[in-house]
DNA sequence: GATGAATGAGCGTTCATTCAT
DNA sequence: AATGAATGAACGCTCATTCAT
């Protein structure tokens, strides 16, 4: 099949999760059928159920393939030995990128999973508060050498950073905000030098 | 109630509305049958139609007569005479003590309308968005009056404030976090904090 | 009620059948709501039930009203002392007549009931055979007389009559021939003159 | 069947639209459930919807299957170098032939689509027209080779015609009139001769 | 007589999933 | 592996009818 988009020869299984990436992208988890899936890669559709449990099972592949990735970038971050502001930065940017690797792919995990706490949110708490943590730790980290002020709760902040970038690439995704080359590099330094300085003009600045 | 349109004794209207917050909030939008909203408001089932379009209609209802309290609140803070800090700090305890007033209708409004951007977030973008924008304008005029730095886009900051303030509020409703009085008291002030003044300590301070 | 046409002051019951005959004809019996009468009538949902058992009492009264004078006419044109051909002649016109004074309660009776042989036209069976047995007996009776030939059997006829007129009516209920009053001056005469004297053109005439 | 669009064995299709017709036949398209076919067909309810879009879907099936026999009949008929009344009792008895044939679908098809003029008869409409304009063809071309009257309109011959030979088969499938082979074979000759001749007596005959 | 809120059975349609081939 | 026919539970919505006032 030389018209398949980057997938290995006859491999149906993948060109299946690829084509879910742009059918849920398109339309949603809610409203897309399975036949869409199967049509959109342009395979049986039993074949769907062949490789995959449920239409739940693919988009909960999705998630954990992507997922993982960002995991694992926030604990080679962590452990890298930076100032606490470039390790934000680094998950800010790491995030972003993805986003403007794969666009169809992040709007599907933000929209459906991350912030859909109602269904897939819920189901993969557990992986979503984990990346929440790298952040809550590098705070913390922060507190204990003393840059960081002490009253601000680091799970807080955890959760303040990610449903700021979150915010933000929803924002490109529906249009609310301009999503240019420029914007992307730098919206992630923004909301990381926002959040370490505040937004208010240092005395004597 | 002054200002509600209709009320009166065994206002079943009203019955519907306030059994669907619960359903909404314990089910979710999808996972709520029209029946169950009718039991719930210990209501014949074709009562829901008479008084609503449709199951949507219910939903945009709720959301509709909330949203709109808060654009009020915003608007009668934006008006006010007092400093940029303390406006954005009444609108993040607005939202906040609206939680703790009435955290089931909340959470829908949050996971369902606000944060599900397929569906209600979709329909409802324009007035979602003329919540940001009191956000936007009153750090815009924090920049003309010189507090607040130039280089940070005000409409950036609308969405970060709002995806900070709905992460927290979603990380109460799924117990992420510790839902205190005392955290309520405090959350919308570190928020506001952090945002205008930053996580680092000031030098010297 | 001063605007209420044709009906005496506050008649809500004769408002009620009026109003049925405008949505029924508009929208058919099948695609008329209860609230569609009770609406075009100015009048409360409930007072239909007031004073009609069902929606279907309701069209029954609309099309035992008329056809029971399409009977007595029928009737007094029958006991008339007229050529055979003049009292087929009379009932083509006044069922036409009938058409041109009210189209809309005839419309209702030809295509909901004369011609709905699954609803109404089953209920109404009797008094519908009634009509054509008029037509069945001026042609038995012409037989007799030696007027009309033999081996066509009466009952065809009737059924004849009203197939071909009523398919007339559809015709210009539904636009499918000009319904000018040109056009209904001749069309019964034209029935009445071909079904007698047939198409074909009379040796020497 | 060659000129079945698909058949093979267990066909479901088929079996759908076989059973759609004995159903139909039996309580009326209105007062027929989906569930009354699938079962009748011994199908899974899904099914129907499997080869359907709808359950108007099947109706029209039925109706454009069967009606684009006759009007191919009617074409060929028309053809023919044969005289208008040939011409005439070829079509009329064609359609008494169908309903012989299959009088449960001839049934469906006149009482739910030819004279249901508010539901499928609406949607249908060029369709009707078309047998409808083959009689006003023959008859017009009567007209012309001077054997017809020309005070007569073709069109309305055309209405007549299918008037009063649908108004028979309603007679028929409802029990107004005896059903016997033998009246089958007149009844469309009969219909002819009249339409033609008239009901008078020839002069001197 | 008059109103319109209240009831609830009924139905068309969807679609995830299974299964025979 | 691959196909797509077959299954049937589930659900939103309609609307004739009833009833309390």
Redesign the interface.
């Known amino acids: 099949m030389p018209d398949q988009v980057k997938t290995g020869p006859a491999d149906k299984r993948r060109a299946i999760l690829d084509a879910a990436i742009r059918v849920f992208a398109r339309q ?4 897309t059928r399975v036949a869409d899936i199967a049509d959109e890669a342009g395979v049986a559709y039993g074949l769907v159920y062949h490789y995959f449990r449920s239409k739940e099972a693919v988009m909960t592949e999705l998630f954990t393939e992507r997922w993982s990735l960002l995991l694992d970038a926030s604990d080679s971050i962590y452990e890298q030995d930076i100032p606490a502001r470039e390790k934000l930065a680094g998950i800010a940017r790491f995030i972003i990128d993805s986003y403007r690797h794969d666009p169809e792919l992040m709007k599907v995990i933000i ?2 999973v991350t ?5 897939f ?2 189901t993969h ?1 557990p992986e979503i ?1 984990r990346a ?1 943590d790298f952040v809550a730790r590098i ?1 913390a980290d ?1 507190q204990r050498e ?4 002490e ?3 680091p ?3 955890g ?2 950073f ?7 690439l ?2 490109w ?2 249009g ?2 301009p999503a240019t080359d420029e914007e992307f590099e730098r ?1 992630g330094d ?2 990381v ?9 240092r005395d004597g600045a």
């Open positions: 949603g988890y809610h409203s929209v459906e912030r859909a706490a109602n269904s949110g819920a708490l508060r929440y705070v922060g003393g840059i960081y002020r009253e601000i709760d799970d807080f902040v959760m303040w990610y449903g700021a970038i979150e915010q933000l929803s924002g995704v529906f609310l905000i919206a923004m909301v030098e926002t959040l370490c300085c505040g937004l208010e003009r």
